[in-house]
C-alpha cells in the first residue's frame, strides 16, 4: 500500500514555471517506477514523466522534452516535476503514480499501481 498526494498545482501565464510534488507515504521503496500522467478535458490520460528513486531510468513524453524534468528526495520521500515554459496546451490535471515495473520508457497507464488524487495546473495566454 502506497499513498500518493500531489501539491503545488495553481494557475500561471503561458512562459511561467511551476514546481509540483508528490508527498509519498506508506511501503515508499517498494515501488521502483516514479512518474506523473495528466489529463486534459476531453483527453485522454497520458504519460508525462518518468524516473525511480535512484534517479535512474528517466524519461519524457516528447511534447514535455526539454521543458519538464523530474526529481526525487528520498530523505523526503518526495517526487518533483519541475515544468518550465509552460504553454497552455499544459493545462490539466496532473497524477503522481507509482509503479512495481520499471523500464526505461514512457510508462502506461497498465504499469500504474498507484495514483495520486491529482493537481489542477491550469495555463493562461
Known amino acids: 500500500q502506497v499513498q500518493l498526494v500531489e501539491s503545488g498545482g495553481g494557475l500561471v501565464q503561458a512562459g511561467d514555471s511551476l514546481r509540483l510534488s508528490c508527498a509519498v507515504s506508506?511501503?515508499?521503496?517498494?515501488?521502483?517506477?516514479l512518474g506523473w500522467f495528466r489529463q486534459a478535458p476531453g483527453k485522454e490520460r497520458e504519460f508525462v514523466a518518468k524516473t525511480s528513486w535512484s534517479g535512474g531510468r528517466t524519461y519524457y513524453a516528447e511534447s514535455v522534452s526539454g521543458r519538464f524534468s523530474i526529481s526525487t528526495d528520498n530523505a523526503k520521500n518526495t517526487v518533483y516535476l519541475q515544468m518550465n515554459s509552460l504553454k497552455p496546451e499544459d493545462t490539466a490535471v496532473y497524477y503522481c503514480v507509482a509503479a512495481t515495473l520499471d523500464y526505461y520508457r514512457a510508462m502506461t497507464r497498465n504499469d500504474v499501481n498507484y495514483w495520486g488524487q491529482g493537481t489542477q495546473v491550469t495555463v493562461s495566454s
Open positions: 506508506g511501503r515508499t521503496f517498494s515501488y521502483s517506477g
